[in-house]
């Protein structure tokens, strides 16, 4: 059929755009164009950068919180929020060293963490899904909640003696300078695209994010996936405590402080809209390793962490606020 109708006199456009067009304008795209950009400046700033063995310790800035943001992601998507992600792997830490001290092996120690993040991660899905307490409050409550254990239980001290075989986690290389983090990161970002993208459940998140009314009366148990999203969250913190642990070889109650921020940062760079309802898994991909090349590149010109820190929330507030900004001026020009 012709799209222009010759009885009325009336033609009508095809505004279907082509999937390059689509591809060329969105997010993603973007965030790659400036991850680009980012590679090669730090490479104008310093010769250290391009040395391979450089490149693989630079992942280690990224890959274990990123793989608590594809969670987090899928959080936000379906309209909520876990700020006390930071103080789950504290508490995970603690627990995992304090069972080190009774002599358990690496096996036990991973399973006993998993346990943990996930019992934590329930304990915020009953109180936000079952209760229906508003996320923020909840998650600012057991991310005091969390930490403060893991304070009680250390104090001032630090667990160390860990097994050899517990430092591949987070030391351990696969093949040349591929570290075992990277690979384990890739896995988990395939795994959370498949849930996203091409599962019913991904589109229960999607629809929750938009309406969570009218994904109730669709069918969908609401509670359900929330309560199992904080349970995700929990789970992927564990992972990430056993992986930081590892790396620093040591347990203290300050482990992870901080990392809420660099998290949510870093979903709501990679496009996921911090209202929920829409967002990718490869936007947070990219986001993770811009950020990732961002703090590396300041870390070879000695930026102090402070100036990191002033950035980071700096980019927080940028990333929330530019929608916002372009949608008035859309409106104000089409008014």
Same mark, same amino acid.
């Given at each position: ?15 279907? +755009? ?17 991850? &680009? ?51 789950? &792997? ?112 991904? +589109? ?19 509670? +359900? ?37 660099? &998290? ?65 001026? +859309? ?5």
């Amino acid at each position: 059929m012709s799209s222009t109708d010759t009885k009325q006199g009336t033609s009508i456009p095809d505004r279907l +755009r082509s999937p390059f067009t689509r591809a060329i304008t969105s997010w993603e795209f973007l965030l790659l164009c400036v991850a &680009i950009l980012i590679f090669f400046l730090n490479v104008q700033a310093s010769p250290y950068f391009l040395d391979p063995w450089n490149l693989s310790d630079a992942t280690f800035n990224f890959t274990e919180k990123a793989m608590i943001a594809f969670a987090m992601a899928l959080v936000i998507i379906s309209g909520e929020i876990d700020l006390s992600v930071a103080s789950i &792997i504290a508490l995970v830490s603690t627990c995992m060293g304090f069972l080190v001290q009774l002599g358990v092996d690496t096996p036990a120690l991973v399973a006993a963490a998993i346990l943990v993040g996930a019992a934590c991660g329930a304990f915020n899905g009953v109180l936000v899904a079952g209760l229906g307490l508003p996320s923020i409050v909840v998650t600012i409550g057991t991310l005091s909640l969390f930490r403060g254990i893991a304070y009680i239980v250390l104090g001032d001290k630090a667990y160390s003696g860990y097994p050899e075989s517990f430092a591949f986690f987070g030391q351990g290389y696969v093949w040349w300078v591929i570290t075992f983090e990277m690979v384990l990161f890739a896995v988990v970002a395939l795994l959370f695209y498949v849930l996203l993208h091409r599962t019913s459940f991904g +589109r229960s998140t999607i629809a929750i994010g938009n309406n969570p009314t009218a994904a109730l009366f669709a069918g969908i148990r609401v509670a +359900r996936v929330k309560f199992f999203l904080f349970v995700l969250t929990g789970i992927m913190s564990a992972v990430a405590a056993v992986c930081l642990t590892s790396r620093l070889g040591s347990t203290r109650p300050s482990i992870a402080a901080g990392w809420e921020l660099e &998290i949510v940062t870093m979903v709501v760079l990679g496009g996921v809209n911090i209202l929920g309802g829409a967002g990718t898994i490869p936007g947070v991909v990219i986001a993770a390793i811009v950020m990732g090349m961002v703090t590396f590149g300041l870390g070879l010109l000695n930026v102090p962490g402070i100036v990191m820190s002033i950035f980071i929330g700096l980019l927080l507030i940028g990333v929330i606020a530019l929608p916002i900004i372009i949608r008035r001026a +859309r409106q104000r020009v089409g008014s």
